[in-house]
Each structure stands twice: as structure tokens, then as C-alpha cells.
């Protein structure tokens, strides 16, 4: 069964740092893995979609790496602004007729203080 | 562009009483349609999604049922809430199975 951790679950850095978020699952049989932002009390983002076939994939400040073999995603967030603090999640898709099932991870919750 | 509808926002009910929460897609045609439901501090949970018109697979026995009457409308649905139904629930959907996933902004269901 795919187990999908984020460690931490919780970030706080001053605004111009960048950020780090890391995503890690279990099962590396993964067809693709997609990034999210939730605000609170809203729905999800979607901020990057990275193919299996794929090392990394990138829009403006973000910038997302996949090391399937070792069960390993990171979302890069360049010179973090107060509007970056959200709650990340990141999910993993299996292939074949199982692709319809998502496996989320717990999320990160950012803040970046002014 | 595609855009995915979800109400009522919010919704306060009693124990014991129905529900019906509303999932609306525009912009595409055939979607995998999918309702999720989040609890406090705790992931996102795959409760029923459809790949088709009145084709509804269900993740997780429940209180709860799913239908799909339209092509681009998901319907979450109880006949006799119980307080352990309050939650956050969203709607979303894919162009086929491994597509990029987009979700509504979500209905925060409390059961008094």
C-alpha cells in the first residue's frame, strides 16, 4: 500500500528565503506526482504535475524534482513572499486502472513572516 | 478554460437530517469526476469518483452515496446525517485517469 510522507508538517522562515518542501512515498511504481496549495478553509491548487519520466519541472518561482528510485519529491519555492504561506501537499498517482486513485500526503504548512 | 463549480460553501445540519452537496464541471466533456473529503488534521480521503454517467465506484463503506445524473454534475448525497460526517469536502476532476487533478473550492459540512 502507497504511504506518502511530508516532513515537517509545519515551516516557518523570514520572507526571501527560499523554501524546501519535501515529499517521500513508499511504492516508487508511480505514474506521476502532482504538487497543491490549500489555503485555509479552501480548495486545492494546483501548482505542478511531474511525470514519472520526468527529473524535475519548473513555473516562475517553483521548481519541483522527482527521484522515483528512491521515493523522493521536492518543491523548490525561490525568494518566499508572505503570499507564499499556505498549507503544501503533494500526491502521487499509481499507473494502470489505479490511476484514478490519488495517495496524499499529510501537507506542510508554510509560513513566511514579513 | 475549464472551471469547476462546488456548493453551497458552507452548511450547518442536523443529525439525522439529508444531504446534498453539488459538483458542476464546464469546459470539458467527460471528466473523472471525484469527491474527497478532508478531516481536521488529517489527510485527503478518496470517498467515491466516476468515470462516466452513472458509473460511481466507492472507496470507503459510508453514510454516504455519490451520483452522477450528467456528464459534467457529481452529486454527493446522505439520506440521515451523523455527526461524524462533518468535514471538508471537495470535488474534483481529471481528463482520464492520470491527468492533472483540479478541485473545487470545497464545503465545509458541520453536523450539529
Known amino acids: 500500500k502507497q504511504e506518502v510522507t511530508q516532513i515537517p508538517a509545519a515551516l516557518s522562515v523570514p520572507e526571501g528565503e527560499n523554501l524546501v518542501l519535501n515529499c517521500s512515498f513508499t511504492d516508487s511504481a508511480i505514474y506521476n506526482l502532482q504538487w497543491f496549495r490549500q489555503d485555509p478553509g479552501k480548495g486545492l491548487t494546483s501548482l505542478l504535475l511531474i511525470q514519472s519520466s520526468q527529473r524535475e519541472q519548473t513555473s516562475g518561482r517553483l521548481n519541483a524534482s522527482l527521484d522515483k528510485s528512491s521515493g523522493r519529491s521536492t518543491l523548490y519555492i525561490a525568494a518566499s513572499q508572505p503570499g507564499d504561506s499556505a498549507t503544501y501537499l503533494c500526491a502521487v498517482r499509481p499507473p494502470g486502472a489505479a490511476g484514478n486513485k490519488l495517495t496524499f500526503g499529510g501537507g506542510t504548512r508554510v509560513l513566511v513572516k514579513p | 478554460s475549464q472551471t469547476i463549480h462546488q456548493w453551497p460553501a458552507t452548511l450547518v445540519q442536523p443529525v439525522g437530517s439529508p444531504l446534498s452537496l453539488e459538483c458542476t464541471v464546464e469546459?470539458?466533456?467527460?471528466?473523472?469526476l471525484y469527491w474527497y473529503r478532508q478531516a481536521a488534521g488529517r489527510g485527503l480521503q478518496l470517498l467515491f469518483y466516476s468515470i462516466g454517467i452513472d458509473q460511481i465506484s466507492s472507496e470507503v463503506p459510508q453514510n454516504l452515496s455519490a451520483s452522477r445524473p450528467q456528464d459534467r454534475q457529481f452529486i454527493l448525497s446522505s439520506k440521515k446525517l451523523l455527526l461524524s460526517d462533518s468535514g471538508f469536502y471537495l470535488c474534483?476532476?481529471?481528463?482520464?485517469?492520470?491527468?492533472?487533478?483540479?478541485f473545487g473550492q470545497g464545503t465545509r459540512l458541520t453536523v450539529v
Open positions: 469546459g470539458t466533456s467527460n471528466p473523472n
Open positions: 474534483a476532476w481529471k481528463q482520464g485517469a492520470w491527468g492533472e487533478a483540479f
